[in-house]
């Protein structure tokens, strides 16, 4: 059971624009978002993250939306550099999952910045 | 910047030998993980610490093991390794909010 849905594989946008990554969630009980990109024989690096409180946090070019009602998070990097060409994964976290503090992840959008 | 560490980096072994992948971070933190990646694909807990003498069972099943004796080392021991076992493991560490992770360990079994 995939609670965590990245449904985009690969995204190409062209240098300058805007990406925008997607991901949905399933389980309500999820207070508390990440996102992480990671290059190829790399660990994943910590980009922005998201508390259910709010809808939106932003940190330089990176912005994150939260739609709690739709179970939908969204990554927008603007302007898209060629250096953000990576794979991102979106995670989710809930305090009182499985009596858990676990992370779950998708499974990942490869971004490809086009010159 | 993250201070957690993993070695090897690279690892090829053959088959049937036993391998610890070690893990350690020096930020003091609690939560400890082990992720499995396979090139393409999401990534799997397969354990998890909430810390010293705590040890969990990740969603994915695992033939590994990992022990919690000191806060800041986290290691994973493969008994007997197979070709099976060839992927990324990834470990993080974590106080309340994010995770950070280590390099990664890709390991090729042979």
């Known amino acids: 059971d995939q609670q965590v849905k990245q449904n985009s594989p690969s995204l190409s946008v062209q240098e300058g624009r805007i990406s925008i990554l997607n991901c949905d969630y399933t389980?309500?009980?999820?207070?508390?978002f990440l996102w992480y990109k990671k290059y190829p024989a790399e660990g994943p690096t910590f980009l922005i993250s998201?508390?259910?409180?709010?809808d939106k946090n932003e940190d330089g070019r990176f912005t994150v939306f939260l739609n709690k009602s739709a179970k939908h998070l969204s990554l927008h990097i603007v302007p898209s550099q060629p250096g953000d060409s990576a794979v991102y994964f979106c995670?989710?976290?809930?305090?009182?999952?499985?009596?858990?503090?676990?992370?779950?992840f998708g499974q990942g959008t490869r971004l490809t910045i086009n010159p | 910047e993250a201070d957690i560490y993993q070695t090897p980096r690279y690892l090829v072994i053959g088959t049937g030998k036993k391998i610890t992948l070690e893990c350690s971070q020096t930020?003091?933190?609690?939560?400890m993980y082990w992720y499995q990646q396979d090139p393409g694909m999401e990534l799997h807990l397969i354990h998890y610490?909430?810390?010293?003498?705590?040890?969990e069972k990740g969603d994915l099943s695992s033939e590994s093991t990992v022990s919690r004796i000191r806060t800041e080392h986290f290691p994973l021991t493969l008994e007997s390794a197979r070709p099976s076992h060839t992927s990324q493991y990834l470990c993080?560490?974590?106080?309340?909010?994010?995770?950070?992770f280590g390099q990664g360990t890709r390991l090729t079994v042979v």
């Open positions: 389980n309500s009980m999820f207070d508390y």
């Open positions: 930020m003091g933190h609690d939560k």
């Open positions: 610490s909430y810390g010293v003498n705590s040890t």
């Open positions: 995670a989710a976290s809930g305090f009182i999952i499985q009596g858990a503090q676990k992370l779950v």
């Open positions: 998201i508390s259910s409180i709010k």
């Open positions: 993080a560490s974590r106080r309340n909010t994010e995770a950070f």
